[in-house]
Each structure stands twice: as C-alpha cells, then as structure tokens.
C-alpha cells in the first residue's frame, strides 16, 4: 500500500460524459502529479500539483483539467468524453521535489 | 523531442538472471528510474541512478548506465516467479517535477 488513495477504481460512462477522479495523496506530501496509462500511448504525465498551485503541465487535453485543493486531495476533471480517453489515470505523490514518488492505484476509466 | 525505448517482453527461467534494458534521447536527463508494476496495482520505484553514475547495486538489482549510448540496464539475479510484472524505464530532468518520461514497459515472465 503506497498511501495514496484513488476513487473510484473503475468507472464505465458514455461518450460526452463528463467525470471526476479523485486522489488523496500520502500523508506529508505536498506534490500530486496525474499520469495517463493507455496500450498505445503509455505512461504520459499530464499535470503535477505543489500546495496548491500548478507546477509543470504535461500531455494534457484543454477538455481536461484538475485542481489541488487546501487538504492537499485532488481531483482530475474530464469532459466531452472521447473513445480514446479509456485508460488507467494514475494519481502520484510526492514530499516535494525530491525523494520518492508514490503512485496510487489508478482508476479504470471505460468510455462506451 | 523525449523518447524512452525498451524491448515489450522478456522471458526468463526462475534462479536466472533477467536483464531489462532501455534507451532514452534526452541527454539532460539527471535522474533515471526502474519502476515495477503488478496487475492491479500501481507503479513502485525500484531504485534510480543519477546521471553521473554508472552502477548502482542494490540486494538483487544492479542498474547499469552508460551515458554516451543513453543505455540503461536493470538486472534482476536469481529471478523468482514473484518477480514476473512490467518493468518501466523512465527519465527525468529532476527540475523541481517528476515530470518523468516513460518507456512503455517490458513484461518480464518468470518460467517456474
């Protein structure tokens, strides 16, 4: 068990939906980073999260977006839904800058 | 722009050695990692190396880096069946971000 704690583990929606995901990261940590694991794209950063405030921005869509709030807890909002969104989002946390980063055990994400 | 190569699979009997390997463009690149992923679960660091290194050993894990080629190694002594996951290679600037760069993983199975 890593400490970080994503919600919901699997979710099935239909093209055009718009979902939440969520992440709690360890106890400590300042930092949340979410990545996209998908067959054909692997693993690629999306956005990462210091106390709050945007710190490096990845391969992330304009349709997507997330936010840090004050309990350091995340949440990674996807909208008009595409096929090609079905993938596993990984949540991570870190302390700050350095040391180790801590994935959580993603959530599944089906778009039909 | 930033590409992290590695071979999809690899198989190996159980009590051998297995070697992973990986390729990476970024020469800026300061930090390296070996991640390990199970089914179902989410990535776990297995060790890193700094870009001024060359070797770093750690219980059953050697990692080897030649920084003229970009080649990172990892190798695994005395394989057991529970060592059979995806082993993900990947790079970072180490910035002030884990804004990492993945390779899209070797699947190691383990032959009893």
């Known amino acids: 068990d890593s400490g970080v704690t994503q919600t919901p583990k699997h979710l099935i929606t239909a093209t055009g939906q718009r979902v939440t995901l969520r992440c709690s990261p360890r106890s400590g940590d300042l930092s949340v980073y979410w990545y996209q694991q998908s067959l054909d794209q692997g693993l690629q950063f999306l956005i990462q ?38 993938a596993l989002y990984f949540c991570a946390s870190s302390v700050d800058f350095a040391g180790e980063l801590f994935f959580g055990e993603g959530s599944r994400l089906t778009v039909l | 722009g930033e590409d992290v190569e590695q071979s999809l699979f690899l198989s190996v009997r159980e009590g051998d050695s297995s070697v992973i390997n990986c390729t990476y463009t970024d020469s800026s690149s300061t930090y390296l990692y070996w991640y390990k992923q199970e089914p179902g679960a989410g990535l776990q660091l297995l060790t890193y190396i700094f870009s001024n290194m060359d070797m770093k050993q750690d219980q059953r ?7 003229k080629d970009k080649h990172l190694s990892l190798r695994i002594a005395d394989t057991q069946t529970g060592d059979s996951a995806i082993y993900f290679c990947a790079e970072g600037s180490g910035a002030g971000s884990y804004q990492l760069t993945f390779g899209k993983g070797t699947k190691l199975s383990v032959i009893p």
């Open chain 1, 49 to 86: 999260y210091y106390n709050g405030e945007e710190r490096a921005k990845g391969n992330i869509l304009e349709r997507f977006s997330a936010q840090q709030f004050p309990d350091l807890h995340s949440e990674l909002n996807l909208s008009s839904l595409e096929l090609g969104d079905s």
């Open chain 2, 61 to 67: 894990l050697t990692v080897l880096l030649n920084k």
